[in-house]
């Protein structure tokens, strides 16, 4: 069955960077669209950054120029890389596939902002 797991979240001074980690098993990942999700306290879950099979990719406004999203269709695994951390970056990131109508999470990541 599909199963992806997050990884590489944790506490980071503002300013500071993380790589988050997404291994997906259970389909072909190389032909599937991956997206990265947030959720802060209180929020709704909102896309922060997805890329396409082909690679392509897209982010939500706020983390442009800061937040990178790639893929290693070799090691089936999503990546998040994420520069310039803020406060309101404080959030559990999730990654995410839609697959055969079915939307898939993982069991999501802390990341935490603070000095």
């Known amino acids: 069955q599909v199963q992806l797991v997050e990884s590489g979240g944790g506490l980071v001074q503002p300013g500071g960077s993380l790589r988050l980690s997404c291994a997906a098993s259970?389909?072909?990942?190389?032909?599937?669209?991956m997206r990265w999700y947030r959720q802060a306290p209180g929020k709704q879950r909102e896309l922060v950054a997805g890329?396409?099979?082909?690679?392509?990719?897209n982010y939500v406004d706020s983390v442009k120029g800061r937040f990178t999203i790639s893929r290693d269709n070799a090691k089936n695994t999503v990546y998040l890389q994420m520069n310039s951390l803020n406060a309101e970056d404080t959030a559990v990131y999730y990654c995410?596939?839609?697959?055969?109508?079915?939307?898939?999470w993982g069991q999501g990541t802390q990341v935490t902002v603070s000095s």
């Open positions: 995410n596939v839609n697959y055969y109508s079915n939307t898939y």
């Open positions: 259970g389909f072909t990942f190389s032909r599937y669209a």
């Open positions: 890329i396409l099979s082909v690679g392509l990719t």
